[in-house]
C-alpha cells in the first residue's frame, strides 16, 4: 500500500503543471512583451549570458528550433541575465542576426519570477495555456526537445 500511496504522489507531483509567471519582458529593440501576450502560442523562454559558455554553444541549434517551427507557432523569447552588459548583448544579437525576441533583465526580476534561475542556460517551454511542460537547465537534447515541441504546437 505503501508503495502505491508514493507511486501516486510521485505522478501527480510529475503530472501537475506550474503556470508560467505573469512578467514583462524589455526587449532589447526597445519593445515591452508581457507572458498574457505570448499566450495562444508555445513558447520558449531562454535565460542566457554572454559571458557562459554552454549559452553560446547551444544559441545556433537555439536559432535552428526557432526557425523550424515558427511558422506553427512557436515563439521565443532569449532573456539575458542581469549581469550580462546591455552592450554585449545588443553585439550578440545583432552580430549574430537573432531571428527571436532577446530581452534583458536588467533588475533580475524575470528571473526571479521563474523560479530564481541563477544557473545559464536554463530553458522554459511553455504550453498554449501558460504551463509551463518543460525546463531544462543546461543544454537541452535537441531532438527530445523538437519531439516536445512538435506535441505542444500539435495540441
Known amino acids: 500500500m505503501l508503495v502505491l500511496a508514493l507511486a501516486v504522489t510521485g505522478y501527480l507531483s510529475f503530472s501537475k503543471k506550474e503556470t508560467a509567471p505573469k512578467v514583462t519582458f524589455s526587449g532589447i529593440d526597445?519593445?515591452?512583451?508581457?507572458?498574457?501576450?505570448?499566450?495562444g502560442k508555445v513558447v520558449m523562454v531562454n535565460f542566457w549570458a554572454t559571458s557562459c559558455v554552454t549559452c553560446i554553444?547551444?544559441?545556433?541549434?537555439?536559432?535552428?528550433?526557432?526557425?523550424?517551427?515558427k511558422d506553427r507557432g512557436l515563439e521565443f523569447v532569449a532573456v539575458a541575465m542581469s549581469y550580462d552588459p546591455p552592450n554585449y548583448v545588443l553585439n550578440y544579437a545583432q552580430?549574430?542576426?537573432?531571428p527571436f525576441?532577446?530581452?534583458?533583465?536588467?533588475?533580475?526580476?524575470v528571473a526571479k519570477a521563474f523560479g530564481d534561475v541563477k544557473l545559464t542556460p536554463t530553458t522554459y517551454v511553455i504550453d498554449k495555456n501558460g504551463?509551463?511542460?518543460?525546463?531544462?537547465?543546461?543544454?537541452?537534447?535537441?531532438?527530445?526537445?523538437?519531439?516536445?515541441?512538435?506535441?505542444?504546437?500539435?495540441?
Open 101 to 109: 525576441k532577446v530581452a534583458l533583465d536588467s533588475t533580475g526580476a
Open 95 to 98: 552580430t549574430r542576426k537573432l
Open 131 to 155: 504551463q509551463i511542460i518543460k525546463r531544462y537547465v543546461g543544454e537541452p537534447q535537441f531532438a527530445e526537445l523538437h519531439q516536445l515541441l512538435e506535441k505542444a504546437l500539435a495540441g
Open 57 to 69: 554553444k547551444e544559441m545556433p541549434d537555439m536559432v535552428r528550433t526557432y526557425d523550424k517551427y
Open 30 to 39: 526597445g519593445q515591452q512583451y508581457t507572458s498574457d501576450s505570448l499566450r
